[in-house]
C-alpha cells in the first residue's frame, strides 16, 4: 500500500546501466493505476546512461504489479516489464479533470555508482491518481507507434533562385526561355516567378514558420552578384543579405546552394562548362560569397546535381545550351567537379568552420528485363549517372565511358557532408532499334507525369545506404518530393518517403535533416508552369501571388512540430496507407 508521508526505500535493478527503478510496491486495491512523477538531484556525470535532474522519469504502476515500468520523458520507453502501454497512452491523453493530486512523499535510495557523493540520497515523489475515463480498462485502445527523429533533427524546404525569384535575367536560363520554340511547356518564360526579389521572400519565410521548419535550403544566383566577370554587384549582395537575415531572425538555418544550374551570361557566352577556366570562375564567386555571407550562414552546398545539369544540357539536350554529346557530357561534369574541389578550399580558408557539401542527384536503375543486355544497359546507366560522380568524390578517380580514366586529386576528399536528392526510380535496357541505352519508370508501376519515373519510396532507404557505405559521412537529404497538381499522392509520398528516412536513422547512418523539395509551386525549367508539375506544400496562383496551404503541408507542419512520425497522423493524413505503415491497427480506433 502506497501512503503519503511515508518513507519508501528506492531499490537499483539495472546497476550496470547506472538507471534506477522502484522494486516491488504494489498500487493500492481498487485503483488502477498510479503515476509516479520523480524529482532527482543532480547526481553529476557518474552515472553511465547520463540521467540528470533534467531528465524526470516517469513510473507507471498497474493494480496488482510488482515491478514497475519506466518511461522518460518524451514517450521513449526505457523499461517495459510489463508492456503497460494502457497506462502511458492514458497519460498522454489526459486532461487536468483526469487527475487527481494525491502528494508528496520521500524516500531514501542507496546507490553504489562511481560518483563523488555515492552514498544515501534523499529524493522526493509527487504521487497522481489516474480517475476512470469513461470505459473499462479492457476497452482502451493500446499505444500506437510512434517514429521518433533525433532530438537535433533538421526539418525544411527547399527553394532554388531561378525559380522563385522572378526576373533572373542576367543568366543563361532567362535567355534560353526567350527563345521559345518549344523549349519550354507552353513556351512560357519565368517571369515574375513567385516574386522572392520583389519582397516576397520575407512573407514565405513566416510560411516557414508556420510549417515548424528549422532549416531552408535555397541559392544565391550568380548572375546577380557578379553580372560581369569579376565585378560584384553591392545591390544583390545586400538583398540576399536581407533574405539571409530574415531567416536567422525566424530562427531558420540556411543552407546556401552556389549553383542550381544557372550561369552569368557573361560565362555562357564564353563557353560555361566547356571553358577550361571554369572552376577558377566558379571558386572566385564562391570565396565572394563566403566572404560577404559568412556572418549568416555557416552550411554551404556548392553545386546542385552536376549530374542532372551536364546530362539536360549536353548529353539530352533539353536545357540550355541544347547539345547532344556523351564526350561533351563528362567534359562539363568533370570540370563541375573539379570546380566544388577548388571551392571546398576556398570556403574554408574563408570560414575554416563552414561546412561544405554538394546535392546528389540518385537515380535508382533497375534493368527492365533478366536479358544480359538489359542488365548491362542498367549497371552502364547507374555508372554514367550516379557511380562516376560519387567515385571521384570519395577516391578522385575518374572513370567516364570509353574515355580516358585518370586523377582528380583536388577533388577527393572535398565533402564534410553530402547531399541526397531522391525522387523516382527507372528500368534501364538497351535499345536493339537504335543501339543505345533506354530508360524509363517499370512497366505496370505508379509513376508521375510525363517522363518522370516510378514513384518508389524504398529507394530513398536504398540511395541512403548506398552514401553511408561509400562515405560514411553526415548526410542531408536535400531534395525529395513529387510532381502532383491536386495534392492526393503528395501526404503519402511524404509518410513513405519519410517512414524509410526514419528506418536509416535507426541504423545510425549520420543523417542530419531533411529538405522536401519544394515549399511553393514554382518555374520547373523545361516543364515551365506546367500544372502536373507543382510540387509545393504551398499551391501558387501564379497571375495574383496568392499562396495557398496544401493537406500535404499541413501534414508536413504536424510532423515537423511533432519530430516524428504518428499513426495519430498518419491515419488523418493519409488512410489509404496507414496498414502499410502501421500494420495490424484499424484507424478508426483513433477515438481519442
Known sequence: MFEIGKTYMRRDIHQQYGGQVLGRISTPVGCPYIMLFTTEPDLGTGYSDGWRSDRQVFHFLGEGQQEDQTFL???????DHRENNKALFLFRHLDPEQVEFFGEVEYHSYHEHRTADAGETIRRMIVFELKPVGAG??????IKATFTFPRDFLWGAATAAHQVEGNNTNNDWWDWEQQGGGRVFGDQTSGA???WWAGRAEEDIRRMQELNTNAHRLSIEWGRIEPREGQFSDSAINRYREILGALNDAGIQPMVTLHHFTNPLWMAHRGGWLHPDA???FARFAEKAVSVFSDLCTVWCTINEPNVYAAQGYYNGTWPPGVSNMGQYFRVLKNMLVAHGQAYRVIHECQPEAEVGLAKHIAIMIPRSKNPLDRQAARLIDHAFNGITLEALHSGRWRPLFQRREALAD???????IGLNYYARYAAGFRLKSFGLHYAAPTGSEKGPGEWGELYPAGIFESLRRLHRQFDLPIYITENGVPDEDDTRRPSWILQNLRQVWRAVNFNWKIRGYYFWSLMDNFEWAEGYDPRFRFGLYGVD???QERTLRQSGRLYAEIARSNALTAEIAARYAPQIYNELYPG????????
Open 585 to 592: 491497427i484499424d484507424p478508426a480506433e483513433f477515438t481519442l
Open 542 to 544: 501564379f497571375e495574383t
Open 279 to 281: 572552376p577558377a570562375w
Open 193 to 195: 516567378a513567385c516574386e
Open 73 to 79: 520523458r518524451g514517450n521513449k520507453a526505457i523499461r
Open 411 to 417: 577533388v577527393a576528399g572535398t565533402l564534410d557532408w
Open 137 to 142: 480498462l479492457d476497452q482502451l485502445p493500446t
